[in-house]
C-alpha cells in the first residue's frame, strides 16, 4: 500500500508539471519511480502516461498548433532516429551522456545571463531541432530537450509553444508505445498500475492547466529553459 501511494503521489507531480508546460512528466516520473518499480515497467508506464497528457493538451489547444512545425519537426526526428542508434552502439553512452548534459547546462546557463531576444527560426533550424530530438531520444532516450529549447527560443506566445510541444510529444508518443506493444513491453503489471494512477493523472493535470493562466509567456519560457538545465545537472551528475 505505502508504495502505491507513492507512485501515485509520483505521477500525480509529474501530471502537474506537465499539465503547467506541456512537457516534463518523465523528468520528475522516471528518476523516481525507478524506486518503486523496474525499469522495464516504468518507462512504457510513463509513456501511457504522458502521452495521454499530450493529447489532452493538444485538443485544448488546438487552435494555437503550429501544424507546418509540427510536421517539420516530427518527420527530422525520424530521419534522426538511425543515427542515434548507431551512436548508442558506437559511443560509451556515459561520454555520450556528459556532452549533451554540458551542453545543455552552457546553454541555457547563456540563456539565463545574457537573456538574449525571442527570435524566429526558419525551416532548417526547426528540421535540425527534430533531427537532433530523434538522436537523443533513440541513443539516450531525452529526446525533448532540442524541441523544448526549440519552442521557448522563439516569439511565440505561451498557448503557441506549449500546444506544438504538446503535439509532437503525442505523435511521437504515440509511435513509441506501438513499439513498447509490439516488443511485449506493455504488460499486465504496467495496464495495472496504469490503471490505479489515472485519477493523479486528471488531479494533476486539472491543476497544472490551472497554474499556467497565470504564466506569462516570459515565465513560460525561464520555466522551460529551467527544466532543460535541470535535466543537463541530472545528466551530469549520474556519469561523473
Known amino acids: ?28 516520473a522516471l528518476p523516481l519511480l525507478g524506486f518503486f518499480l523496474d525499469i522495464k515497467t516504468s518507462v512504457p508506464l510513463m509513456i501511457l502516461l504522458a502521452v495521454i497528457i499530450s493529447v489532452y ?7 494555437s498548433i503550429d501544424l507546418k512545425c509540427t510536421f517539420t519537426l516530427l518527420v527530422s526526428s525520424l530521419v534522426g532516429i538511425p543515427l542515434g542508434v548507431y551512436a548508442l552502439k558506437q559511443v560509451q553512452p ?24 525571442p527570435r524566429s527560426f526558419g525551416k532548417r533550424l526547426t528540421a535540425l ?21 526549440y519552442t521557448a527560443l522563439q516569439p511565440w506566445s505561451k498557448d503557441k509553444a ?10 511521437s508518443g504515440f509511435a513509441v508505445i506501438a513499439s513498447h506493444a509490439i516488443s ?11 490503471a490505479l494512477s489515472l485519477p493523479a493523472l486528471v488531479a494533476g493535470i486539472f491543476l497544472g492547466t490551472k497554474a499556467y493562466k497565470h504564466l506569462s509567456d516570459r515565465g513560460y519560457r525561464q520555466i522551460a529553459l529551467g527544466l532543460v538545465f535541470l535535466l543537463g545537472c541530472m545528466m551530469l551528475y549520474r556519469n561523473i
Open 1 to 28: 500500500m505505502p508504495e502505491t501511494i507513492a507512485i501515485v503521489s509520483i505521477v500525480l507531480m509529474a501530471a502537474f508539471l506537465q499539465g503547467l508546460t506541456g512537457f516534463g512528466f518523465g523528468l520528475i
Open 162 to 171: 506549449k500546444a506544438t510541444l504538446a503535439c509532437f510529444f503525442a505523435l
Open 57 to 63: 493538451l493538444s485538443i485544448r489547444l488546438r487552435k
Open 94 to 117: 556515459r561520454g555520450l551522456s556528459l556532452c549533451v548534459g554540458a551542453i545543455m547546462v552552457v546553454f541555457t546557463s547563456y540563456q539565463f545571463l545574457a537573456r538574449p531576444r
Open 129 to 149: 531541432a527534430g533531427f537532433c530530438s530523434g538522436i537523443l531520444g533513440s541513443s539516450l532516450g531525452v529526446g525533448g530537450p532540442p524541441v523544448i529549447v
Open 184 to 194: 511485449g513491453m506493455i504488460t499486465a503489471k504496467v495496464l495495472h498500475i496504469y
